[in-house]
C-alpha cells in the first residue's frame, strides 16, 4: 500500500471508530455531556503529538502536501481522535484505555512503511508519546467529564490553548513568512529587554486570570467547563476579558518582534472573532447563568482596564496589631487605600490567625497571598503587583521568602469569646 493510501487510512479508521462509539452514546442518551471532554482531549494530544515529532528524530514521514510541523495532518489528528475522543466517547477506565492503546501503537506503527520511516530508537519515542501525551489526555478527557481534578483540568487546559495559540499558530504564521522563532529574538539587547518586559506585562493578567476562575470560580477557562460562581475579582475587576485581551498582546509582541505579516494579520483576525462573536456569546450566556453579571459588565471594559477596581463585595485585611512589623505594614496598606478593604486587628478576628488573612464572600487568603488581594484594590500598578505574587507556585516561592525576612507564623492570643448571661 503506498504512502497516499496509508495516510488516508490513519485519519479514516480513527474517524469511523469516533463515529461508531459516538451514535451509540447518542442511542444512550449521553452523548452531549461527553462531547466537551472529547473535544479537549484530542486537542491535547494533537498539540502533544506535533511536540513530539518536533522535539525528536525517532521517525521520518514521507513528504505530503498536509505535512505539519512534520507530519500528516491526517496522521497526527487520526493519533489524536483515537487518544482522546474515542476513550471519552466509548467509556471505560483510563488506565485500561492506556494499556490497550501503548499495544496496538506498538503493533501498527511498524506496519506503516512506507508513509513512516523508523529510527533506531522509535521505541523511546513510543514510550514519550504514551507517557507525555497519551497519559495526559486520557486524564484531562476523564477529568473534564466527571468533573474531577480541578487543578489538573486547569493546568492541561493551559498546555492545550499555550501549545494552540502560543506555539502550532504563531510556528505556522512565521513559516509562511519565511520566518522562524529565531527571528523573535534576533534583536539588539535593548529590544530584547524591552520584548521581554511587554511579555511578562502581558502575560502575568492572562495567568492570573485564569488562576482566578480556579481558585474562586472554582472552574475552567474552557466555556463548557465554567466557574461555578461568577468571578469579578483578581484582574477581572479591572476588564472582563482578561484572557482574550491578554492573548491577542502576546500575539501582537510576538508579530511586532518577528515582523511577521502573517501573524499580524492572526492577531487581527482574534481580535475580530473576540469582538464580534466571542463577547456577544459570552454576554448572553453568562447573564442568563448570573443575574449579576449584566450590572458587572457595564462596570468594566474588555480592552481597556480601569485605573481602579470595581469592588462588588467588601472583604477584610485582618493584621495584628500587637507585632509591630505586621501592624506597620497593616498601616501602609491602610494608607494606599484599596476599595472596600476594612482592617480588623488579628487578634479579633473570629478564629485564630497566626498569618495575616484576606477574607471575602467565597474566598478567604493567608499570608502574602492575602497582601497582594489588598494590593488588587488599590489601583491597576498594584494590583499588577498583587497578581505576580499570587500566581500559583510563585506565591509559595514568594511566602518562603518572606518567612525567611521576618515575616512568619505570629503566636496570637486566642479570641475572646463573650459568652450571653
Not at 528524530?57 to 497526527?76: C, D, K, Q, Y
Not at 477506565?93 to 506503516?112: C, H
Not at 477581572?236 to 491578554?246: D, F, K, S, T, V
Not at 474566598?363 to 498594584?382: C, K, Y
Request: net charge positive; aromatic share 8%; with cysteine.
Amino acid at each position: 500500500m503506498g504512502a497516499a493510501a496509508l495516510r488516508n487510512l490513519t485519519l479514516l479508521v480513527p474517524v469511523l471508530a469516533v463515529v461508531g462509539a459516538a451514535v451509540l452514546r447518542h442511542g444512550r442518551g449521553d452523548l452531549r455531556p461527553r462531547v466537551p471532554a472529547a473535544v479537549l482531549a484530542t486537542l491535547l494530544a494533537w498539540v502533544g503529538v506535533l511536540a513530539v515529532e518536533a522535539a525528536g528524530a525517532w521517525w521520518i514521514f514521507a513528504p505530503a502536501p498536509t505535512t505539519v510541523l512534520g507530519m500528516p495532518v491526517e496522521t497526527s489528528l487520526g493519533w489524536a481522535l483515537v487518544w482522546g475522543a474515542l476513550p471519552v466517547l466509548a467509556g471505560g477506565r483510563p488506565v485500561l484505555w492506556w494499556l490497550g492503546l501503548a499495544w496496538v501503537d506498538v503493533l501498527v506503527v511498524p506496519q506503516l512503511d512506507p508513509l513512516v520511516a523508523l529510527g533506531d530508537g522509535w521505541l523511546v519515542g513510543e514510550a514519550v508519546l504514551l507517557l507525555a501525551v497519551a497519559a495526559p489526555a486520557l486524564v484531562l478527557g476523564w477529568a473534564t467529564f466527571e468533573r474531577r481534578w480541578l487543578g489538573a483540568r486547569v493546568v492541561l487546559q493551559g498546555l492545550v490553548f499555550t501549545g494552540l495559540f502560543g506555539w502550532v499558530a504563531p510556528t505556522l504564521a512565521l513559516a509562511r513568512d519565511g520566518l522562524v522563532w529565531r527571528d523573535v529574538l534576533d534583536h539588539p539587547m535593548p529590544v530584547r529587554v524591552v520584548l521581554l518586559v511587554a511579555l511578562v506585562a502581558f502575560g502575568v493578567p492572562t495567568l492570573a486570570a485564569v488562576a482566578e476562575l480556579w481558585r474562586v470560580g472554582r472552574g475552567t477557562p474552557f466555556p463548557w467547563d465554567p466557574p461555578a460562581r461568577l468571578v469579578t475579582t483578581g484582574p477581572y475587576a479591572y476588564l472582563h476579558n482578561p484572557m482574550q485581551a491578554g492573548t491577542v498582546a502576546l500575539l501582537g509582541v510576538l508579530a511586532a518582534a518577528a515582523g511577521s505579516v502573517a501573524l499580524a494579520l492572526g492577531v487581527l483576525v482574534a481580535l475580530v472573532f473576540s469582538v464580534a462573536v466571542a463577547e456577544p456569546h459570552e454576554r448572553s450566556g453568562l447573564a442568563a447563568r448570573w443575574p449579576g453579571h449584566a450590572a458587572y459588565r457595564a462596570s468594566v471594559r474588555g480592552w481597556l482596564p480601569r485605573w481602579r477596581p470595581v469592588v462588588t463585595t467588601p472583604a477584610t485585611l485582618w493584621v495584628s496589631r500587637s507585632c509591630g512589623l505586621c501592624r506597620s505594614t497593616g498601616d501602609a496598606v491602610r494608607g494606599l487605600g484599596p476599595r472596600g478593604v476594612v482592617l480588623g486587628p488579628a487578634e479579633e478576628a473570629p478564629v485564630r490567625l497566626t498569618r495575616m488573612r484576606f477574607s471575602e464572600e467565597g474566598f478567604e487568603d493567608r499570608g502574602v497571598a492575602a497582601l497582594a488581594r489588598a494590593l488588587e484594590r488599590v489601583s491597576l500598578p498594584w494590583a499588577w503587583v498583587g497578581w505576580l505574587v499570587r500566581l500559583p507556585m510563585l506565591d509559595r516561592a514568594v511566602q518562603v521568602v518572606a518567612d525567611a525576612c521576618g515575616l512568619g507564623p505570629r503566636d496570637l492570643p486566642a479570641p475572646v469569646r463573650t459568652v450571653a448571661p
